[in-house]
C-alpha cells in the first residue's frame, strides 16, 4: 500500500464505510469517535493528514491545532477555508489545500437560477398557485423582468466569479466586477462605485476577517432601489440584519441566499418568512457534478501527499511536498 505508514484523520460528515472506501487505499484512516470538540481533539493527537469537514462543524481552531504536533497537511474538500485557523495552520507548518473550482459552474449556475426566480417572481408565484390563488396580475405588477440589459456586479472574481460573469454576459447582461485583486479581463469598478450600478448583486467573496460585514447596511443602500442580492459566498459578508432591513426597507426588492450567518438558519428565523426571498440550504454548489469534482481532487491531492509528490491548490504558501513529521 502507498499511503502505508500515514495517518488520516476523516472529519467530513459522512458514513464511515463510505469514508473507509475513499481513503482506506491511500492510508490508516481513522474518524472521531464522536463529533465533539473533545473527540476532535484526541483524534488529532496522532494525525498526519486532515481531510476537513465541509460543514464546519468540527472547525480547525488554534487549539485543534495545538493538538495535533504531527500534522502535515489538511485538505479541504470545498473552496472554502474560513473554518480553520490559517494563521495558527501556516506557523505550524501546515500546509492547507482547498478545491478551487470544482465547484463553480454549479454554484454560477444557482447564481443565474436565483436571478431569474427572483427577476420572473417564480417561486413567489408558485407559492401563490398552490394556496389556489391566480395571481397573473400580481406577478406582473410585483415587477416582472428580463435578464437582458440588466446590470449585474459580481463581488469576487475567482473560478465562480468569473463564471458567474460568463453566463450572465452570454444571457445579454451588462457585467462588472470588484475583486480584492485586479483582473487582466472584465470590466472593473471600485466598490462602491459597483454597487451603486448594479440591478443584480452576485457576492462571491470568500470569507476573511476583510469581508465580514463588508455588505453592511451603509453599503447595501447603494445599491440602486429595486435592485436583487445573490449570496453564494459565505455567510456574514452581507449580515443577515443588514439584508433584512434592506428588504424591509424597499431599497432591495429581493434576495437569494444559500449562505447565512448561522447555519443551519433557525427554524424562527425571520428570513423564512419573508415573501421576497428565495431561501437555499448552503447547496448552490450541490450537484452531482460539482461533487465527483471535489471527491475526484480530494482522493488526488491525498493520493499525491502520501507518495510524495506535491500537493496542488495550496492556499497558505507553505511547501507543497508533503513530509512525515
Do not use: K
Not at 464511515?16 to 484526541?42: G, K, Q, T, Y
Not at 441566499?257 to 454548489?285: F, K, Q, T
Request: glycine fraction near 10%; hydrophobic fraction near 50%; include cysteine.
Amino acid at each position: 500500500m502507498s499511503g502505508a505508514g500515514w495517518r488520516l484523520l476523516a472529519l467530513p460528515p459522512l458514513g464511515p464505510d463510505l469514508i473507509h472506501h475513499v481513503f482506506d487505499p491511500l492510508a490508516e484512516v481513522v474518524v472521531p469517535a464522536e463529533r465533539s470538540r473533545d473527540a476532535l481533539h484526541a483524534a488529532l493527537a496522532d494525525a498526519e493528514l486532515v481531510v476537513g469537514d465541509f460543514t464546519g462543524g468540527l472547525s480547525l481552531d488554534a487549539a485543534a491545532v495545538a493538538a495535533a504536533p504531527r500534522l502535515a497537511f489538511v485538505q479541504m474538500p470545498s473552496v472554502g477555508v474560513d473554518s480553520l485557523d490559517l494563521d495558527a495552520l501556516t506557523a505550524a507548518g501546515v500546509a492547507v489545500a482547498n478545491t478551487a473550482g470544482a465547484n463553480a459552474r454549479s454554484v454560477a449556475e444557482w447564481a443565474l437560477a436565483a436571478a431569474l426566480d427572483l427577476s420572473r417572481q417564480l417561486s413567489w408565484a408558485d407559492r401563490r398557485m398552490r394556496e389556489g390563488g391566480w395571481p397573473q396580475l400580481e406577478t406582473a405588477a410585483r415587477g416582472s423582468d428580463e435578464l437582458a440589459n440588466r446590470r449585474v456586479g459580481v463581488l469576487g472574481m475567482g473560478a465562480i466569479g468569473a463564471e458567474v460573469m460568463r453566463l450572465f454576459e452570454a444571457l445579454g447582461c451588462r457585467v462588472a466586477y470588484w475583486s480584492r485583486r485586479r483582473r487582466d479581463t472584465g470590466v472593473y469598478q471600485e466598490l462602491d462605485d459597483l454597487l451603486a450600478g448594479s440591478d443584480i448583486l452576485v457576492v462571491c467573496l470568500p470569507r476573511t476577517p476583510e469581508t465580514v460585514g463588508l455588505l453592511d447596511s451603509r453599503r447595501l443602500a447603494l445599491l440602486p432601489r429595486g435592485a436583487f442580492l445573490i449570496n453564494v459566498a459565505r455567510g456574514g459578508i452581507a449580515p443577515d440584519d443588514a439584508v433584512l432591513a434592506a428588504l424591509d426597507g424597499g431599497g432591495l426588492a429581493g434576495a437569494a441566499l444559500d449562505v447565512y450567518d448561522d447555519e443551519p438558519l433557525p427554524a424562527d428565523h425571520p428570513l423564512r418568512r419573508h415573501e421576497s426571498v428565495l431561501l437555499s440550504p448552503h447547496a448552490a454548489g450541490a450537484t452531482r457534478q460539482s461533487q465527483l469534482n471535489i471527491i475526484t481532487a480530494v482522493v488526488d491531492n491525498i493520493r499525491a501527499a502520501v507518495e510524495g509528490r506535491p500537493v496542488t491548490n495550496v492556499v497558505n504558501g507553505v511547501d507543497p511536498l508533503i513530509r512525515h513529521r
